[in-house]
């Protein structure tokens, strides 16, 4: 690719806007062109206006002006959306509306039935959806939604497992970062040596979005797996990485051993290896009884990649195990790059201009080559 696609980030200076900044710098594909946030920080550079988190504010983005999140201010064919739900249930639209393609990490659109929910290794092929959205809202953009961070450590653990043997009961316990409260976030007197036992809004999002990250596409809807959810959030004192303790009942009973081994031959769509953001394992099997944890492999795949441990027999439903991501890189900005990348290589983005070209979607646009697990 010569050109890069001029793209933009919503809400760039929060804890997910900011790491959209750190995933697009330098990317081969994609350079951001714009920067866009609330009255607060309009008109003022970037690096004045995001209070910046981790390691150096990337040069190139220091001297962009940060303008309004309307699709008049800012004119980037590729949106990159990490703006609060309050704000995002206008916004993203409007930008549909006018064209352009919105990566959202919001809640409001991820269960409507023409909104794709995608984790690229998991469902890719629910993108097609993107031609009947149009057809029915009438835009000429689109939107595709990430799913909640918490949901995001759950669907890559399970899916390998769903394909095999069919998940049919999911009991989820959650440990989640502060990270994924956004910045500033939880108070620091509230979080320090504390765990808190209830993320306003998360258990609902947890419980709905598997089935239907899980659920098959006809092109025209998603059929959700047939599955059902409870959840137990938590917020606890880490930074960043949401774990997650499951215990999780099949269609058809496997041994561990057989659990095993389906986790760890699972390679996801063989459509997403090779994109620049995606890790390769994005599965990662680890032996030890101690592990996954967030201090230790949160970084795993740059970020990208689901690790899981303690796979063993559950006394009330067939199987238990543990599974962690990070919720800002793989749960949110690391997530969204990794869809709109697979969009550009599957020829619904045109490479240069970033334009969508959905007449070009077809049966085989999402068709898994052979190799794919
Ligand atoms: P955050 O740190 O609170 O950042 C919010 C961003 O939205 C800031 O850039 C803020 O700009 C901007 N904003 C607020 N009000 C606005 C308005 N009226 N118009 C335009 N921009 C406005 O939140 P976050 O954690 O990054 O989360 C962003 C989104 O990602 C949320 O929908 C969240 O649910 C989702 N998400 C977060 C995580 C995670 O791990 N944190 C994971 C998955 C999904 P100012 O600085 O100018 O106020």
Redesign the pocket.
């Known amino acids: 690719m010569s050109a890069r696609i001029p793209v933009a980030v919503?809400?760039?200076?929060?804890?997910?806007?900011?790491?959209f900044v750190r995933q697009l710098t330098g990317h081969p594909w994609f350079v951001i062109a714009e920067v866009?946030?609330?009255?607060?920080?309009?008109g003022k550079r970037y690096a004045d206006?995001?209070r910046w988190l981790e390691g150096t504010l990337p040069a190139e983005v220091a001297a962009l002006e940060?303008v309004?999140?309307t699709p008049d201010a800012i004119r980037s064919p590729i949106v990159f959306?990490?703006?609060?739900?309050?704000?995002?249930g206008d916004?993203e639209p409007a930008f549909a509306r006018a064209g352009r393609l919105v990566l959202s990490?919001?809640?409001n659109f991820r269960m409507a039935d023409d909104v794709p929910l995608v984790i690229p290794e998991v469902n890719a092929s629910h993108l097609a959806l993107l031609a009947s959205q149009q057809r029915v809202r009438g835009w000429s953009g689109a939107i595709v939604t990430?799913a909640?961070?918490a949901t995001?450590v759950m669907a890559a653990a399970l899916a390998p497992l769903h394909e095999a043997f069919e998940v049919r009961q999911v009991l989820a316990v959650t440990m989640q970062?502060v990270?994924?409260?956004?910045?500033p976030?939880v108070a620091s007197l509230d979080i320090l040596g504390n765990v808190i036992p209830f993320i306003n809004d998360e258990e609902p999002k947890i419980e709905q979005e598997l089935g239907k990250l899980l659920g098959r596409t006809d092109g025209a809807a998603v059929h959700h797996a047939d599955l059902v959810v409870s959840a137990h959030a938590n917020r606890v004192p880490v930074e960043h990485g949401h774990t997650v303790c499951l215990s999780v009942g099949f269609a058809r009973r496997p041994s561990v051993a057989e659990a095993l081994h389906v986790l760890r031959s699972w390679t996801g769509d063989a459509l997403v290896q090779g994109l620049p953001s995606a890790a390769l394992p994005s599965l990662i099997v680890r032996d030890e009884s101690d592990r996954p944890q967030p201090r230790r492999d949160v970084m795993s795949g740059r970020g990208m990649a689901t690790v899981i441990g303690r796979v063993r027999e559950d006394q009330l439903l067939h199987l238990r195990l543990v599974a962690m991501s990070h919720?800002?890189v793989r749960?949110?900005a690391g997530g969204s790059v990794l869809n709109a990348e697979l969009l550009v290589s599957r020829g619904l983005v045109h490479r240069e201009t970033g334009a969508l070209q959905l007449a070009t979607l077809s049966a085989s646009t999402f068709a898994r080559p052979e190799s794919a697990a």
């Open positions: 919503l809400g760039a200076t929060g804890a997910v806007g900011q790491a866009g946030a609330s009255e607060r920080s309009v206006a995001a940060v309004p999140c959306s990490a703006l609060d739900s309050g704000v995002a916004a990490n919001a809640k990430n909640n961070c995001t970062a990270s994924g409260a956004g910045y976030g919720n800002v749960g949110a």
